[in-house]
Nanobody
């Protein structure tokens, strides 16, 4: 069982930056691939970024590539999402998710592939 708690959301002006954190409970964090998703009002939850259990492989949605960076610190059981050059269309609730994975995989872009979810943190970007 893994519990995930996101933090770091808030209100920021367009062009600004935020860093989201997702703290995981449990001693097996390093055996999970991790992902970030977001959900805007009236829209489906969409993939943002994912990272392999060892942190060496990452994958991004086209909409955030070059602006967002996913990383992890397995010693701290934490995954991060650094968001730069934020746009109003980035406004959403951001969720982190964990997927059991021992293979080093990272290309997990569907919500159904993940085993555990956090409660989400709101990010609002004003124009």
């Amino acid at each position: 069982q893994v519990q995930l708690v996101e933090s770091g959301g808030g209100l920021v002006q367009a062009g600004g930056s935020l860093r989201l954190s997702c703290a995981a409970s449990g001693r097996t964090f390093s055996t999970y691939a991790m992902g970030w998703f977001r959900q805007a009002p009236g829209k489906e939850r969409e993939f943002v970024a994912s990272i392999s259990w060892h942190g060496g492989s990452t994958y991004y949605a086209d909409s955030v590539k070059g602006r967002f960076t996913i990383s992890r610190d397995n010693a701290k059981n934490t995954v991060y999402l650094q968001m730069n050059s934020l746009k109003p269309e980035d406004t959403a609730v951001y969720y982190c998710a964990a997927k059991r994975d021992y293979s080093g995989g990272y290309y997990y872009t569907s919500t159904v592939e993940y085993n555990y979810w956090g409660q989400g943190t709101q990010v609002t970007v004003s124009s």
